[in-house]
């Protein structure tokens, strides 16, 4: 459990939340389909693509000034101030300073980064995408003068050296290279995928030094899905038919989730909620669809233990709830009075509007904590360019004790097909505990 | 000392639709606008939640959603001679409070108008005679016909996502839909919602009569849908609380689901909630307007300067408005003279209660624009000079909620009270429906708005009169609908039915909800003598102040107002952007 801690923490792209989406918009924003022409302007876009502003900017802090503070085991990591302020920030850097600390995770001082900064991804980055984040950085940034506090870590994390030895094995300084036989679109969206995006410092599993296990598409372990603290990053691997992975959706599927936070399927929720708020809807259609070129060419994971078989048949569930058919089954009440005026007695919700249940990877993963988030705190869709609507789930915690959304839970992990394990009290009662601070809440106000 | 706020191009009073629409519209063009909205911002989740929304007590008798009395409200009468009194309890009309204003809370009835309602004087003068209009009713014809808004209805009904049955597309008749309505250059972005029991029964019944049943067009989305701004509906679950609630489930077209996500993310547009407008403040040669003064949520007094005013209030506050501010003639009963206040309008409603001891309705399976309706009896249908009268009504059987504290419809003669009453709920509840008549009101003299001579608010403002009452020509219009709903009633064949008609012996009661379809005041126009605003809802005399909404109906439709509210909100908005900035300036000539 402790390094899923870390890793949650360590991505901290949610603590951003909304006010990472407001600061973003306040920044030199890269529009999404215009063609970009200067380095900076370019830059500003690459920028986008890796979300820098995620870990790079504090609550209601400015724009790329650090500060960030990231909890992990060892110690609080803060990020850094990347504002081309001289002193502050990164204004000083020389192009190939900027380059060795993107690329191979060195400070201008030669000190090593901690890979909380997905260096061994940025190492594919081409040198003319590395000339753009610079003009970009340099020129496009505002400077901001206040210094980022430094780390917080215990012995023997503080020390920096130690980190080498850790590059030496697990980092890979390569350049990007496509495949041979990748059409330019997927390999375009590797690129993306494998080097910017860093979608596989949430989505690949991590090994015993809490590296990632892969680092591109040729094992399969890269993208095969991990927990990531309370939530679950699915596996994005969809070559082939089926339901494992993204092979349910379709290639237009994956390039309007990552557009906009919702599809004809599902809606996001969790960690992957500022990302699209800040990265990936500001990316072009054509980046998007090469993004999605790029997943659905993934073969599967090799099948690890058997596939769990569910109970039921989406049939069956769905001809249970509209007969209302409840009388000692508390979790499917649960349903009918709280959940199926817009999820439906279906469960599939209603395209690009309330996500489906059915086969869902939140409700089916291993570990319940995400869902049980969303049905306590409630989830909100990102205001997206294309989809600037955001929908909101309401909190449901005000209203169900431990007991009831455990049966609640238990109920949708096991219907319509779904195959997800039984959630006990306990499970909801330490999500309930280590609920962020809510900003809003649902609950009736019964004075007038 | 007020303190100065930074200039804006272009500041909007209130944050409903027609200020949502706006808003979208002068941003397309880069002005800087600011919305002021009297009350508290508001949004699907949390406000709208499920399940807090489906409390009837909290929301449809208790009213939280609505403007408060003590905090605004305006005096009523009767007739000239009357002493006004404040409307200090909400019943007859309930003004919405807070951004997305009544847009939040309406059923979501959307028509247009018939076109020769738009032009219903010279339409009556050419069918019937100038002579069959009488001495005191003062109907206008609105200055804009059909043709030229047909557009801006499309759009509309495309942005708020009507589920309909087009029955008129580009002059030919359709069938399913209403054969009565204007040419459509499209059909409804959305098909009819699904049908209830009532719906069914009402539309073999009518077909049956040889009338023509057609499905309500409906701001209730029967499918999922995304609008031209990307915005987006949920299907309806047909819950039954729309009137009087904010849609807990984004099924409901309002500002918030179909337009204000989109106007947020623009940078050029900005909106603050609790701030009320206290007036338009005008230069000294009172021709243009500076800005507006409002009481922030501090209570404090603040000037926004702007070079454009756009009046996005309720009707009513945008009448009281303009009187308070000095835009405009106020309008004189005994003259005949000014304007401003004139032809205040409402709507003649009526209806049947059908009760069958076999029928199952299952009203809490509901929506507010579901229904079945017929529109044989319209304006443009009815020969004013056979029948006596000019307007004319649409029928519908909707099922819009089953809610139990007000929706417990008894049989004549049950008790009010006691075992009986509990019996006679237990026979009756689930197995009535309704037959409703939704008619014009025409305008008269002596029907009107002014600052009232004795009532002040907290703000020390006189408060708007309003001197309104029933008149025989519409009475004799509802009582002909009485006779067709009597006989439709009949056909159905209910164990029992019960009518329920304005007589010639009805005084304008303003406790019994009625409608909040409150009109006219500020009406559009050919001839500044008889107007306030012209037909592109620019004020004659202040050319930099447009007015929004229902206000400016010369009188009212048959309809509920909101589609063509919507769709003169983009008219203006067309005019606005492609006239006005380019040269500012009066759009049409006195």
């Given at each position: ?19 990472g ?19 900076e302007?370019?830059?500003?876009y ?17 724009p ?14 803060i990020?850094?101030?990347?504002t ?24 201008a ?12 991804s940025?190492a ?5 995408d ?22 917080d870590?215990?012995?023997?994390f ?33 690129y993306l ?6 979608c ?32 679950w ?6 070559s ?61 994971a090799?099948?690890?233990s ?13 001809q ?7 009388d000692?089954?508390p ?5 009918l ?19 489906s ?55 949708v ?21 280590n609920?962020?601070?809510q ?10 | 000392?007020a ?5 804006v ?62 905090k ?28 997305g ?14 076109p ?7 339409y ?24 030229e ?15 309909g ?41 009518a ?26 509906l ?15 489930n ?6 918030q ?31 243009t ?8 949520e ?9 070079d454009l ?9 945008n ?7 000095g835009i ?22 009526g ?56 929706n ?21 509840y ?11 009101n025409?305008?008269y003299r ?38 067709k ?8 064949g209910?164990?029992d ?60 439709l ?7 509210v919507?769709?003169?909100t ?14 500012p300036g ?5």
């Amino acid at each position: 459990m402790t390094h899923r801690i870390w890793f949650h923490a360590l991505l901290g792209c949610g603590l951003l939340g909304a006010t990472g989406a407001a600061m973003a918009a306040n920044s030199q924003s890269a529009d999404s389909n215009a063609p970009a022409q200067t380095a900076e302007q370019r830059g500003a876009y690459l920028a986008r693509a890796g979300d820098c502003v995620a870990c790079h900017t504090a609550p209601d802090g400015k724009p790329f000034a650090g500060g960030l503070k990231i909890d992990s085991p060892f110690g609080a990591i803060i990020s850094t101030n990347i504002t081309p302020d001289p002193d502050a920030g990164i204004g000083n850097y020389t192009r190939d300073q900027f380059a060795a600390a993107l690329r191979e995770g060195k400070r201008a001082d030669g000190a090593n980064l901690y890979p909380a900064m997905p260096y061994p991804s940025y190492a594919k980055l081409t040198d003319e995408d590395i000339d753009a984040l610079y003009a970009y950085f340099m020129n496009g940034v505002e400077p901001v003068s206040e210094k980022a506090p430094e780390s917080d870590l215990s012995f023997p994390f503080n020390q920096r050296w130690g980190i080498s030895l850790w590059n030496w094995v697990f980092a890979d300084a390569d350049a990007f290279e496509p495949e041979q036989g990748q059409s330019d679109e997927v390999a375009r969206g590797a690129y993306l995928v494998e080097g910017l995006g860093h979608c596989g410092s949430c989505h690949t599993p991590r090994g015993f030094a809490y590296q990632e296990t892969a680092l591109d598409g040729s094992d399969d372990a890269y993208l095969s899905g991990a927990a990531l603290g309370d939530w679950w990053a699915p596996n994005l691997r969809g070559s082939g038919e089926g339901s494992d992975g993204l092979q349910g959706w379709s290639a237009n599927d994956i390039a309007e989730y990552l557009a906009t936070g919702r599809n004809a399927h599902s809606a996001v929720t969790g960690e992957m909620t500022s990302v699209i708020a800040n990265s990936t809807s500001h990316l072009t259609d054509d980046d998007l669809q090469a993004i999605a070129a790029y997943l659905k060419s993934l073969q599967p994971a090799a099948e690890e233990s058997e596939a769990k078989q569910s109970q039921t048949t989406p049939d069956q569930t769905e001809q249970m709830l509209t007969a209302a058919d409840v009388d000692g089954k508390p979790g499917a009440r649960l349903y009918l009075d709280n959940c199926a005026a817009c999820h439906f007695a279906s469960g599939k919700g209603a395209p690009q509007v309330f996500p489906s249940l059915v086969g869902n990877s939140l409700v089916n993963a291993d570990d319940p904590s995400g869902m049980l988030h969303v049905i306590l705190a409630g989830a909100r869709l990102p205001s997206t360019p294309k989809k600037p609507e955001a929908l909101a789930m309401p909190d449901f915690g005000w209203r169900l004790s431990d007991e009831e959304a455990a049966q609640l839970a238990t109920f949708v992990r096991g219907a319509w097909g779904n195959h997800g394990d039984k959630v006990t009290a306990d499970q909801v009662a330490h999500v309930r505990d280590n609920l962020p601070e809510q900003k809003e809440s649902s609950k009736p106000d019964f004075q007038d | 000392m007020a303190k100065t706020n930074p200039h804006v191009d272009v500041v909007m009073i209130g944050l409903g639709w027609t200020s949502s629409i706006m808003g979208m519209e002068l941003t397309d063009e880069g002005l800087s606008v600011l919305a002021l909205e009297r009350g508290p911002d508001q949004d699907t989740v949390p406000d709208f939640a499920y399940p807090k929304m489906a409390d009837e007590l909290t929301y449809g008798v208790r009213y939280q959603l609505m403007q408060r009395p003590a905090k605004s409200t305006l005096t009523v009468r009767h007739g000239i001679q009357d002493l006004a009194v404040p409307y200090r309890s909400l019943g007859s009309f309930l003004p919405g409070n807070g951004v997305g204003g009544a847009g939040t809370h309406w059923n979501g009835h959307t028509w247009r108008p018939q076109p020769n309602e738009l032009r219903l004087k010279s339409y009556v003068e050419e069918n019937f005679g100038a002579d069959i209009i009488p001495d005191e009713m003062t109907i206008q014809d609105y200055g804009v016909t059909y043709d030229e808004l047909e557009p801006h209805f499309d759009r509309f009904e495309k942005v708020a996502g009507i589920s309909g049955k087009a029955g008129n597309l580009n002059g030919e008749i359709q069938e399913g839909g209403n054969p009565f309505e204007g040419w459509r250059s499209d059909d409804y972005p959305l098909p009819p919602m699904k049908r209830t029991l009532n719906d069914t029964l009402f539309r073999d019944m009518a077909a049956s009569e040889g009338l023509h049943p057609f499905p309500l067009p409906a701001a209730n989305a029967s499918q999922a849908y995304t609008n031209p701004y990307g915005m987006q509906l949920a299907p309806c679950n047909y819950c039954g609380f729309c009137e009087r609630y904010g849609c807990l489930n984004y099924s409901k077209s309002s500002p918030q689901t179909c337009v204000l996500g989109a106007l947020k993310q623009r940078k050029n547009f900005a909106y603050r909630a609790n701030c009320e407008v206290m007036k338009v403040n005008l230069a000294s040669d009172g021709k243009t307007a500076t800005g507006v003064t409002y009481i922030d949520e501090n209570g404090d007094e603040v000037i926004q300067p702007a070079d454009l005013v756009i009046m996005g209030a309720y009707s009513l506050h945008n009448v009281h408005l303009l009187l308070l501010s000095g835009i405009g003639k106020p309008y004189d009963p005994i003259s005949g003279e000014g304007v401003v206040g004139k032809n205040y309008a409402y709507q003649m409603n009526g209806g049947a209660t059908l009760y069958f001891k076999d029928k199952h309705f299952n009203p809490f399976i509901g929506a507010g624009a579901n229904g079945e309706t017929l529109n044989d009896f319209g304006v443009e249908q009815i020969d004013f000079g056979q029948e006596g009268f000019i307007g004319g009504s649409y029928f519908n059987a909707a099922m819009t909620n089953g809610q139990p504290i007000r929706n417990m419809p008894l049989p004549k003669g049950a008790p009010s009270w006691g075992a009986e009453w509990k019996q006679a709920v237990q026979e009756t509840y689930g197995h009535t429906m309704t037959i409703g008549s939704h008619g014009s009101n025409m305008a008269y003299r002596d029907c009107y708005l002014d600052l009232d001579p004795n009532y002040t608010d907290d703000h020390g403002r006189p408060l708007m009169r309003m001197t309104f009452n029933w008149k025989d020509n519409d009475v004799r219009m509802t009582q002909f609908m009485k006779q067709k709903i009597d006989a439709l009633s009949k056909a159905l064949g209910p164990d029992d039915y019960k009518l329920s008609f304005k007589d010639f012996d009805s005084q304008y009661d303003v406790r019994p909800y009625q409608t909040t379809h409150n009109v006219g005041g500020a009406i559009m126009g050919s001839d500044p003598k008889s107007s306030v605003l012209n037909r592109y809802l620019q004020t004659w005399d202040v050319h930099n102040v447009f007015v929004m909404g229902a206000s400016a109906f010369p009188q009212n439709l048959q309809y509920n107002p909101t589609g063509m509210v919507g769709g003169l909100t983009y008219w203006a908005a067309k005019a606005i952007r492609e006239q006005y900035l380019p040269n500012p300036g009066p759009l049409v000539q006195a």
